[in-house]
T-cell receptor, first 107, second 114 residues
Framework: KQEVTQIPAALSVPEGENLVLNCSFT??????LQWFRQDPGKGLTSLLLIQSSQREQTSGRLNASLDKSSGRSTLYIAASQPGDSATYLC??????FGAGTRLTVKP | KAGVTQTPRYLIKTRGQQVTLSCSPI?????VSWYQQTPGQGLQFLFEYFSETQRNKGNFPGRFSGRQFSNSRSEMNVSTLELGDSALYLCASGMQGLGNTEAFFGQGTRLTVV
């Protein structure tokens, strides 16, 4: 059974800082991995999708990497802004979710 | 292109009642999956429908059921509501099946059971 872990559970940084969120999974036989953000009480917004054959994907200030052999993915956020404050979730394979990382970016 | 639409956005029901939630996927998407989100358990997978057939099912009691229509719209039904069913219910749609394609989520239905 796929287990997905996200570390840290919460993170608070000052505006402008670069940061890394981590996602680890136990079963490397996955088709893809997807990162989402969720604002309080809202649905999930897709950020990046990495296919199993890819190593990374980039969108604006976001970069996600995937290392299937080690069962890890990272989401890198450059020059963080207060508007980045949200919970970030990774979903692995058949949409097994981690518990998320709650990010707060302070002005 | 319209996103995933969930109705209603908010619901208050009494214990023992039943409820039906609706999800309209993005046009052209054939997969619809449902999730329950609570502060204690996080996001938990309920089931997935693809071309009107249930393909995957999570670990929930039989009180939770669903169906998908020929236009890919899906409904989820919860019978004999319990206080613990209070949650945000999310649906997601995709062109291919779960895990094989990018998933797009609706804004959710907030269900409160009193």
């Amino acid at each position: 059974k796929q287990e997905v872990t996200q570390i840290p559970a919460a993170l608070s940084v000052p505006e402008g800082e670069n940061l890394v969120l981590n996602c680890s999974f136990t079963d490397s036989a996955i088709y893809n991995l997807q990162w989402f953000r969720q604002d309080p009480g809202k649905g999930l917004t897709s950020l990046l999708l990495i296919q199993s054959s890819q190593r990374e994907q980039t969108s604006g200030r976001l970069n996600a990497s995937l290392d299937k052999s080690s069962g890890r993915s990272t989401l890198y956020i450059a020059a963080s802004q207060p508007g980045d404050s949200a919970t970030y979730l990774c979903a692995v394979g058949d949409m097994r979710f981690g518990a998320g990382t709650r990010l707060t970016v302070k002005p | 292109k319209a996103g995933v639409t969930q109705t209603p956005r908010y619901l208050i029901k009494t214990r023992g009642q039943q409820v039906t939630l609706s999800c309209s996927p993005i046009s052209g998407h054939r997969s619809v999956s449902w999730y329950q989100q609570t502060p204690g358990q996080g996001l938990q997978f309920l089931f997935e429908y693809f071309s009107e057939t249930q393909r995957n099912k999570g670990n929930f009691p039989g009180r939770f059921s669903g169906r998908q229509f020929s236009n890919s719209r899906s409904e989820m039904n919860v019978s004999t509501l319990e206080l613990g069913d209070s949650a945000l219910y999310l649906c997601a749609s995709g062109m291919q099946g779960l895990g094989n394609t990018e998933a797009f989520f609706g804004q959710g239905t907030r269900l409160t059971v009193v």
